[in-house]
């Protein structure tokens, strides 16, 4: 009887071995319905990696995700009764477990990226789009920088603003706002960043010359004209953000969160690639695409201390409930990671 206790310890054991605990969405629905499964550790194919992720990112596309809205999301082909994707986060920071292809990377090199799947203990992404983490950085941080970090210097590189134009930030103090008021001070811009009373201090501290409290000031009432409005928040209707702008000024519409349940804010990217045809002013939907350069400049810009993350929490993999919640509210300062 012990040496069958004994044989069944070590065949748990090895099956241990090679699972991992991960958050597989079985369905839509509330943040609070998510769950940490035990699932089978990933293989990496010819030119992959195997990465044991050390901090996950979480963003507003993971709240999307969870929850199924707007439901436009899933007529377009993300699933309509249920998520077609079987693995839940993209942005990730960890060190390589296991390595196939040219050697680029050997096991315990420390890296950054995004693969589908980040929100748990292991991941596989291609070896050729992950990026060396600085020596100092910590994995929370660079954790950050795939996904918001690259919509923010897409933002801004859309903005094609330069030294003394006037921008204004809406949603500054979020996730991807954070970083785009640092790129776009980083290039002289005079930036006046929208957030709430609580986050203004942030705010400053980035480098935005002015903060305006959104529950306050109603920033397109000031008959201030800008070069550039590139709004995260998402909120604010197309025509009036127009009314602000420079005649030859661009908006940059990152995301959407307007619109009620059905669409969202995906009407304002359409109404602006629409739009942007017949007017003066370049009215920019941003469809952001995790581009390698982007993740270098940013890795750059990490250690040379040229960014500054905010990091609000890092949540346990057992609450990415609460973390995914936290985002859906509206709460976070800077960005919410994740840590197995």
């Not at 241990?16 to 940490?36: D, I, K, N, Q, W």
């Not at 082909?77 to 060190?95: E, I």
């Not at 929208?194 to 409290?213: F, I, N, P, Q, T």
């Not at 000024?249 to 619109?259: K, M, P, S, T």
Request: charged residues 20%; proline residues 4%; hydrophobic residues 45%.
């Amino acid at each position: 009887m012990e040496s069958r206790t004994a044989g069944a310890d070590a065949l748990e054991a090895e099956a241990e071995t090679a699972t991992m605990r991960a958050v597989r969405p079985e369905r839509y629905g509330e943040p609070s319905a998510l769950r940490v499964s035990r699932v089978p550790i990933p293989v990496p194919g010819s030119g992959e990696v195997l990465v044991r992720v050390r901090a996950a990112g979480v963003d507003a596309g993971t709240w999307h995700l969870t929850t199924g809205r707007p439901y436009l999301m899933r007529l377009i082909g993300f699933g309509w009764r249920g998520p077609k994707a079987q693995a839940l986060g993209l942005a990730f920071a960890g060190t390589v477990e296991a390595a196939s292809g040219d050697g680029a990377w050997q096991a315990g090199d420390r890296v950054f990226g995004s693969a589908d799947g980040a929100l748990a203990e292991f991941v596989v992404a291609k070896a050729a789009e992950l990026v060396r983490m600085p020596d100092d950085a910590s994995f929370e941080v660079a954790a950050t920088l795939p996904v918001s970090g690259v919509t923010a210097v897409q933002a801004v590189a859309a903005a094609t603003v330069g030294p003394g134009d006037r921008v204004l930030v809406l949603g500054a103090a979020g996730g991807v706002g954070h970083f785009v008021v640092q790129l776009a001070v980083a290039k002289g811009v005079v930036v006046t960043g929208v957030c709430s009373r609580a986050k203004a201090k942030l705010v400053h501290g980035l480098g935005a010359e002015r903060v305006v409290d959104y529950a306050t000031t109603d920033v397109l009432t000031e008959g201030t004209r800008y070069d550039a409005i590139i709004d995260t928040a998402g909120n604010r209707p197309l025509r009036r953000l127009r009314r602000i702008l420079e005649p030859d000024g661009a908006v940059v519409l990152v995301g959407g969160e307007a619109g009620g349940a059905l669409t969202g804010g995906i009407q304002r990217t359409a109404a602006a690639a629409l739009l942007d045809r017949f007017a003066r002013q370049r009215l920019v939907g941003l469809v952001a695409k995790e581009r390698m350069e982007d993740l270098r400049e940013l890795g750059a810009l990490l250690a040379s201390g040229g960014i500054h993350p905010v990091l609000d929490t890092a949540y346990a993999l057992e609450d990415t409930a609460a973390a995914v919640q936290h985002i859906g509210a509206g709460r976070a300062r800077g960005k919410v990671v994740v840590t197995p």
